[in-house]
């Protein structure tokens, strides 16, 4: 399976923009770049996912590079509900059920 | 509508012991998952069901590791004895096929502490 490399941890101030960064140099045509994101004492859940272009929904936006070796997931305003583990994850198909691979992601803290 | 249910939440035992997970699944989800989330890592694979099929079971411990999905709705996880090394979040997770997109709902977790 290709692999994928984030940030042990990030900060952020309250309100303002967050980029996770993800690394994903093996990625192959077929993959699909999912985002999950753990809150304290939750399990994990949904944020987005994209193949190719840019996506956007109520929680968050995904920018892709055109080669897709990497990714960012984009939080245009910080809350402090926020501050959860991002899991950055390939997927071949969508409509596959198989399990995820979610490796460490990254910490997010938010201040106020 | 409600979300994956998992019960309990907490269960402390010593080791040696058995214990037992629950889940139900969001309705009308053909596929559900157990994790296993160790302290500090992502959650990883413990078996993966199609209706009452479990169709990926490779990273279950089966020495000490049960599972089963009777009547492919709920969901139940044993392990008969404890080990101390079994300490972990144990997750449940469903999702639905056929949509064109899969996207997994999981439970808040059973923390389990073997003592």
């Known amino acids: 399976d290709a692999k994928t490399t984030q940030p042990n941890s990030m900060e952020s101030n309250e309100e303002e923009p967050v980029h996770l960064p993800c690394n994903h140099s093996?990625?192959?045509?077929?993959?699909?770049i999912h985002w999950y994101r753990q809150l304290p004492s939750q399990g994990p859940e949904y944020v987005i996912h994209g193949l190719t272009s840019n996506v956007n929904n109520r929680m968050a936006s995904l920018a892709i590079a055109e080669d897709r070796k990497s990714s960012t997931l984009i939080l245009h305003r910080a809350t402090l509900r926020d501050a959860a583990v991002y899991y950055c994850?390939?997927?071949?198909?969508?409509?596959?059920?198989?399990?995820?691979?979610f490796g460490k992601g990254t910490s997010l803290l938010v201040t106020p | 509508e409600a979300g994956v249910v998992q019960s309990p939440r907490y269960k402390i035992i010593e080791k040696k012991q058995p214990v037992a997970f629950w889940c139900n699944p969001i309705?009308?989800?053909?596929?559900l998952y157990w994790y296993r989330q160790n302290l500090g890592q992502g959650p990883e694979l413990l078996i993966r069901y199609e209706n009452e099929e479990a169709v990926d079971d490779s990273q279950l411990p089966k020495d000490r590791f049960s599972a089963e999905r009777l009547k492919g709705v709920d969901s139940t996880l044993k392990i008969q004895p404890a080990e101390l090394g079994d300490s972990a979040v144990y997750l449940c997770?469903?999702?639905?096929?056929?949509?064109?997109?899969?996207?997994?709902?999981f439970g808040p977790g059973t923390r389990l502490l073997v003592l």
């Open positions: 997770a469903s999702s639905f096929m056929g949509l064109g997109q899969e996207t997994q709902y």
């Open positions: 994850i390939l997927r071949q198909r969508v409509d596959s059920g198989y399990a995820l691979n």
């Open positions: 309705s009308g989800h053909n596929t």
């Open positions: 093996t990625i192959s045509g077929t993959d699909y």
